[in-house]
């Protein structure tokens, strides 16, 4: 498994338990169970977000790298 495939894998499952915070949110009837559903989707965006942001720091590096090689493959 590569290391874009296990990305795409977590992100998913981060993806579906953000969801699944919004969804347990949305039907409490206790505060703090409110409070934890909106707990885990934001920590699941803020993981996500990290996720996209390694992403595109992999390929600016990887075009960094290019341009030091004087290859034009950008």
């Known amino acids: 498994m590569t290391d ?3 990305r795409w894998i977590v992100g998913s499952g ?3 338990l ?3 915070g919004l969804a347990m949110a949305s039907r409490a009837l206790d505060p ?3 409070l934890f559903g909106l ?3 934001g920590f699941a965006l ?3 977000s990290g996720l996209v942001k390694a992403h595109w720091d992999e390929v600016d590096r990887q075009r960094f790298l ?3 090689d004087g290859a ?3």
């Open 4 to 6: 874009a495939t296990a």
């Open 14 to 16: 981060m993806s579906a």
């Open 18 to 20: 953000g969801l699944l």
């Open 32 to 34: 703090m169970i409110d």
């Open 39 to 41: 707990g885990l989707a």
């Open 46 to 48: 803020i993981f996500v």
């Open 66 to 68: 290019a341009r030091l």
């Open 72 to 74: 034009d493959r950008w």
